[in-house]
């Protein structure tokens, strides 16, 4: 009988150990604070953490490392030229990055077409972006929230021959939504942009107004 209650206490202090799962929140020098489920923890005591055979605490710990994205931008504008009417313009945007939890950084690319009648205007942009979050993305975080914008360069085919120089910069809040808590989720943003164009026929001109984004985002 107590050969069986000695298996039965060892069988079960063992599903508690493979049951005790800690988060890292913040990390400073070698001292960190953690959330902890699956058991109690003392202070003082020391811990030693093995990794699980089984394999499911490397799923649980997917890296967010590098980023790459795919959205659709939404742009209400007007120039400050004379007779100027507002301008809604639909563009695709790429991205590839690094995440460093609080700060995110990394080049961009868009492209937008647009068919007036018989002529087609296509614009290429090249940039950079960058995203201050204020919820340190990291992995298991599902919701983050934040400051974000890009500044970008290209030029505008009007279809006709003549091209013009663009230049835009965009500022404004973000929500970054992982539903499943892995690396893909969800992303918005809405903010103030600011275009300049210039080598127009109309000479150079600034344009300025509000611009909505709405894309996926992959962690890796």
Not at 61 to 70: C, D, E, M
Request: charge should be neutral; hydrophobic fraction near 40%.
């Amino acid at each position: 009988m107590k050969k069986w209650l000695l298996v039965l206490s060892i069988l079960t202090f063992s599903s508690a150990s493979f049951a005790q799962k800690i988060k890292v929140r913040k990390v400073k020098g070698n001292q960190a604070v953690i959330e902890f489920s699956g058991g109690s923890l003392q202070p003082g005591n020391v811990y030693e953490l093995a990794p699980d055979e089984f394999g499911e605490s490397s799923a649980v710990s997917t890296s967010r490392r590098y980023l790459v994205g795919l959205s659709f931008n939404f742009e209400n504008t007007k120039a400050d030229t004379s007779g100027a009417e507002n301008e809604t313009d639909i563009n695709l945007l790429a991205k590839f990055g690094w995440n460093y939890g609080t700060f995110e950084v990394g080049p961009m690319v868009s492209y937008s077409s647009t068919a007036i009648g018989s002529v087609t205007t296509t614009t290429y942009k090249f940039g950079g972006f960058g995203d201050y979050n204020m919820i340190a993305n990291t992995p298991g975080e599902a919701f983050i929230y934040g400051l974000g914008g890009y500044a970008s360069m290209g030029q505008r085919d009007s279809g006709t021959g003549s091209k013009i120089d663009v230049m835009d910069f965009f500022v404004g809040p973000f929500a970054k939504w992982f539903p499943t808590g892995t690396g893909v989720g969800f992303r918005l943003d809405g903010g103030y942009i600011y275009q300049k164009v210039s080598g127009g026929v109309g000479g150079d001109a600034t344009i300025t107004g509000l611009a909505f984004t709405a894309g996926i985002i992959a962690y890796f």
